[in-house]
T-cell receptor, first 111, second 114 residues
Framework: NAGVTQTPKFRILKIGQSMTLQCTQD?????MYWYRQDPGMGLKLIYY???????DKGEVPNGYNVSRSTTEDFPLRLELAAPSQTSVYFC??????????FGQGTRLTVV | GENVEQHPSTLSVQEGDSAVIKCTYS??????FPWYKQELGKGPQLIID?????GEKKDQRIAVTLNKTAKHFSLHITETQPEDSAVYFC?????????????FGKGTHLIIQP
């Protein structure tokens, strides 16, 4: 039972490049979330999903897109990377809205 | 939307002493209040949570209290140990109602002095 797995762990992107952050969970959770964590700022919600085929915007969705084609996977897409997207990204999942489990994070630097 | 304030931002205590971290929230519809511990280079780990129908919850050395009238909740760690050193985050959400995730405080860096 791996829990929530994120790949890659680290990535450096050039301004304007695109990439997908992968997230998969093996707990059969229906809810999945993407957060970003900036130094001294806590975590802010980017997008969330309540089940396959359903996604919705969180507090800071601009510059990102998501999809949820299966229960297990919830990839986050950056289309045109900007320096403001330099951050640590965390994926989380939960069964219902309680007890969210987090992955280990992806540290992204945009230069 | 919800706003969560967390204090202090840094807390240094002697090993064996108690530590208290406090949070306030703004949305009276919030009914779920988890606490997360984050070690360097790792993801947040849920350590304890409380729901609005409960005023206090304890798990070994960790306890959380909730005052819904005043909209504040606190984390208490007793008999602190070196492995308690980490960043702690409080959060608030509408579990069981809205699915729009959690709103986090900015974190408290807890330092346990030997």
């Amino acid at each position: 039972n791996a829990g929530v797995t994120q790949t890659p762990k680290f990535r450096i992107l050039k301004i304007g490049q695109s990439m997908t952050l992968q997230c998969t969970q093996d707990m059969n959770h229906n809810y999945m979330y993407w957060y970003r964590q900036d130094p001294g700022m806590g975590l802010k919600l980017i997008y969330y999903s309540v089940g396959a085929g359903i996604t919705d915007k969180g507090e800071v969705p601009n510059g990102y897109n998501v999809s949820r084609s299966t229960t297990e996977d919830f990839p986050l897409r950056l289309e045109l990377a900007a320096p403001s997207q330099t951050s640590v990204y965390f994926c989380a999942s939960s069964f219902g809205q309680f007890e969210a489990f987090f992955g280990q994070g992806t540290r992204l630097t945009v230069v | 939307g919800e706003n969560v304030e967390q204090h202090p931002s840094t807390l240094s205590v002697q090993e064996g002493d108690s530590a208290v971290i406090k949070c306030t929230y703004s949305d009276s519809a919030s009914n779920y209040f988890p606490w997360y511990k984050q070690e360097l280079g790792k993801g947040p780990q849920l350590i304890i949570d409380i729901r609005s129908n409960v005023g206090e919850k304890k798990d070994q050395r960790i306890a959380v209290t909730l005052n819904k009238t005043a909209k504040h909740f606190s984390l208490h760690i007793t008999e602190t140990q070196p492995e308690d050193s980490a960043v702690y985050f409080c959060a608030a959400g509408r579990g069981g109602g809205g699915a729009d995730g959690l709103t986090f405080g900015k974190g408290t860096h807890l330092i346990i002095q030997p």
